[in-house]
């Protein structure tokens, strides 16, 4: 099956910096990587859809200065926490469609920690 | 707006027994797919079946099949023969049809099988 690699796993950073998380389709293109959050306990709440050569579609209440997404190619996307907050403090799993599937393959998930 | 609504917070059953998760949704597509996706302890999304809405017939993956009703708008999974491994949280979860869609998730259903 499709394999999508999301790194780091687990990341701790200080108040105020930035942190980029990367997710990369291993055996196949991805032309739409989709953006996930997850706090403790809850479900995954779609945060943006990463669309290759374009900008993001953020869903509403997202800030996208502030969750910035860039996918320069077809097997990688990254998402930027800037300037990181403790409340930004959560699990972010990304996911990405083989074309023409419906199927959705996610990354492991990254463990995001801001102190 | 689509929305997806699991009203089963926890489940315990056990070990080889069979247990039904409920999932109900609500879309004004004529297009879509539904799916269910087991979160374990490693957080690791992993799809356990997936039903299109053009198919009359419920889809089934060895232990897991759903109840497909379209006209209700429900999705309910059954797990037969449960094992130890199953336990984990469960998500139901919508696409709009056509391509890469994002995931609608529901809230989740903690599933434990006891020894």
């Known amino acids: 099956g499709a394999v999508v690699s999301q790194h780091p796993s687990r990341v701790i950073c200080k108040s105020g910096t930035s942190v980029k998380i990367e997710c990369r389709s291993l055996?196949?293109?991805?032309?739409?990587m989709f953006w996930y959050r997850q706090f403790p306990k809850q479900s995954l709440m779609l945060m943006a859809t990463?669309?290759?050569?374009?900008?993001?579609?953020?869903e509403q209440g997202v800030e996208k200065d502030k969750f910035l997404i860039n996918h320069a190619s077809l097997t990688l996307s990254t998402l930027t926490v800037t300037s990181a907050h403790p409340e930004d403090s959560s699990f972010y799993i990304c996911?990405?469609?083989?074309?023409?599937?419906?199927?959705?393959?996610f990354g492991q998930g990254t463990r995001l920690t801001v102190v | 707006a689509q929305t997806v609504t699991q009203s089963q917070p926890e489940m315990s059953v056990q070990e080889a027994e069979t247990v039904t998760l409920s999932c109900t949704y609500d879309?004004?597509?004529?297009?879509?797919?539904l799916f269910w996706y087991k979160q374990p302890p490693s957080r690791q999304m992993i799809l356990v079946i997936r039903?299109?809405?053009?198919?009359?017939q419920n889809a089934t993956e060895n232990r897991f099949s759903v109840n497909f009703q379209k006209a209700a708008k429900s999705f309910s999974l059954k797990i037969s023969d449960s094992q130890l491994g199953d336990t984990a949280m469960y998500f139901c979860?919508?696409?709009?049809?056509?391509?890469?869609?994002?995931?609608?998730f529901g809230q989740g259903t903690r599933l434990t099988i006891n020894p």
């Open positions: 879309t004004s597509e004529s297009n879509y797919y």
């Open positions: 979860a919508f696409s709009a049809g056509g391509g890469a869609q994002k995931l609608v």
């Open positions: 039903q299109e809405a053009y198919k009359q």
């Open positions: 055996d196949f293109q991805a032309t739409t």
């Open positions: 990463s669309n290759e050569g374009s900008k993001a579609t953020y």
């Open positions: 996911s990405a469609n083989h074309r023409g599937l419906t199927e959705a393959f």
